[in-house]
């Protein structure tokens, strides 16, 4: 039976690091840092890792990285389009590490077969599953909005999905017209590497803007609008600039010379701004807004990956512990064309929660689940935890599944 530990990445927005044992092999999933500065997963205790996987090049999810030679230096699984960004994050990993995946189709990890497929959240970015054992998917992040997320994941009684939104079920058609009506003259978008960046400037394109772009939005746009200005340094923008830059979150780069820069520009952050960073800075100063532009799932992308997986656990990661309870109010009544779906507290089974005082005296204990019914009536755990106390969000694992 598969056993999912998670370091990290369970309870609210924190840095991914799951442990999935499964045919015998201990497979780390992602080994991320933040989004708050300096949150890192604490893998005390961890053991053996036999392979690590990478979803993609977001700090969030490579970030800790650079713990590869104390967990044994074993094998990194992950696109050529993540190896190569890591420099960016100022991540580096030798290349006798590497091990590169297809963006889609069959591969293998050591010496399991799998199946990857691409997220729709990342240039690069894909989803693992893992046939054995009843199945186990692991999304990364992941979206559905822009189009680019194919529905071809198999099926699996073990889902760990990207919870980030919560409940949010806007649709991005909305939100492209929300930003640009909040668009002025001297703004900019600081935008994750391999991410929204190309979109957002060809939507906002569409809408007749013309933002200049860094060089690497350049490189994103793979060839798309090669009259879009690019500016590289902070003394290249002019005054009344709409500027689409990468933003590495390290001293030095455009996004931080231009917050240091003295026109005093304006910023939009359209993902997540946590505490104590940059942008929470510029916030609380007045000189940045937050808008929203989907690149997780929405509420009802939750509900059609567990139907297209055939899901029995569903682990909502990287969200809070009340937007996991909140779903349901987006998802269909019974009665409507897409249902019936409904939702019920179960009985507290099967997860088991600990802190590591816990797991030391081995007395993990449970915590509660919903079950989902979904069409057909066949019914979907959604594991939520009790995670609402920083001490216990640490860890949690799951064991003991039953895939049949
Ligand atoms: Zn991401």
């Not at 990364?140 to 822009?146: I, L, Y």
């Not at 997320?149 to 919870?163: E, K």
């Not at 946590?274 to 690149?295: D, F, H, I, K, Y």
């Not at 019914?379 to 216990?392: A, D, F, M, Q, S």
Request: charged letters at 20%; a neutral charge.
């Amino acid at each position: 039976m598969a056993v999912l530990t998670a370091f990290s990445g369970l309870g609210g927005k924190s840095p991914a690091a799951f442990l999935l044992e499964i045919a015998g092999r201990r497979i780390l999933l992602d080994l991320g840092e933040g989004p708050t500065p300096g949150q890192r997963p604490d893998l005390e205790g961890i053991g053996r890792v036999d392979a690590i996987f990478l979803s993609h090049a977001h700090i969030d999810h490579v970030g800790a990285i650079d713990l590869w030679p104390e967990l044994g230096r074993p094998p990194v699984y992950a696109t050529r389009a993540t190896f190569d960004a890591l420099p960016l994050l100022g991540l580096h990993l030798p290349p006798e590490a590497c091990r590169d995946l297809p963006l889609q189709g069959p591969a293998r990890l050591l010496d399991l077969p799998v199946t990857v497929g691409r997220n729709g959240h990342a240039m690069g970015g894909i989803w693992l599953h893992l046939p054995a054992e009843g199945g186990a998917l692991y999304m990364g992040d992941w979206s559905r909005d822009p189009g680019f997320c194919p529905s071809t994941h198999p099926p699996a009684d073990l889902v760990i999905t990207d919870l980030s939104y919560g409940e949010r079920d806007q649709t991005l058609v909305d939100q492209v017209q929300v930003l640009a009506d909040s668009i002025r003259p001297g703004m900019v978008l600081p935008v994750p590497i391999l991410g929204r960046g190309a979109d957002i400037a060809l939507r906002l394109s569409g809408l007749g803007f013309a933002p200049a772009i860094c060089p690497q939005i350049r490189t994103e746009m793979q060839g798309a609008l090669p009259e879009l200005r690019q500016i590289a340094t902070a003394a290249e923008a002019r005054a009344g600039d709409l500027i689409i830059a990468a933003d590495t979150e390290r001293p030095g780069d455009l996004v931080s010379c231009l917050i240091a820069d003295p026109r005093d520009w304006r910023f939009i952050f359209t993902g997540h701004v946590a505490p104590g960073s940059a942008a929470a800075e510029l916030v609380a100063a007045g000189r940045a807004t937050r808008q929203n532009w989907n690149v997780h799932p929405r509420a009802r992308d939750q509900i059609w990956l567990a139907e297209v997986t055939r899901a029995k656990h569903l682990i909502p990661a990287f969200g809070a512990l009340d937007a996991a309870l909140n779903l349901q109010r987006h998802w269909p009544r019974s009665g409507d064309r897409a249902g019936p779906y409904r939702q019920k507290k179960a009985e507290p089974m099967l997860v088991e929660e600990t802190t590591r005082e816990r797991a030391e005296n081995d007395a993990p204990i449970l915590v509660p689940v919903h079950e989902l019914t979904l069409p057909e009536g066949r019914i979907c755990r959604l594991y939520v935890g009790n995670l609402t106390e920083p001490k216990t969000a640490r860890r949690c694992w799951l064991r003991g599944l039953p895939h049949r």
